[in-house]
């Protein structure tokens, strides 16, 4: 099955924007195995469900974290886009 990526950009409480990524995750014979369709490359692995789940948040925020380091001093901008 083919997920679409799900984004939604919110403001929480602190004002600090909060996004959610569609993931996928399927069992390996070391436990499982996370990927994050919207970011290529992005992907994680863990014992249990929940441990593959919190590596991949930790791998998704790196990436962002690297993303904004290469478009560092470039005219970047951001777009909406309603998911349908």
Same mark, same amino acid.
């Given at each position: ?7 939604? $950009? /919110? ?9 959610? !990524? ?40 790196? !990436? ?11 005219? $970047?901008?951001?777009?909406?886009? /309603? /998911?349908?």
């Amino acid at each position: 099955m083919i997920l679409r990526p799900f984004f939604s $950009v /919110a403001r929480n409480r602190s004002s600090i924007n909060s996004m959610t !990524y569609r993931v996928v995750l399927q069992h390996s014979d070391e436990g499982f195995a996370v990927s994050c369709p919207g970011l290529p490359g992005c992907w994680s692995q863990g014992a249990t469900e929940q441990e593959a789940l919190q590596n991949i948040r930790d791998a998704i925020r790196e !990436y962002l974290e690297a993303i904004g380091e290469l478009t560092r001093g470039q005219d $970047v901008r951001e777009v909406e886009v /309603a /998911a349908g």
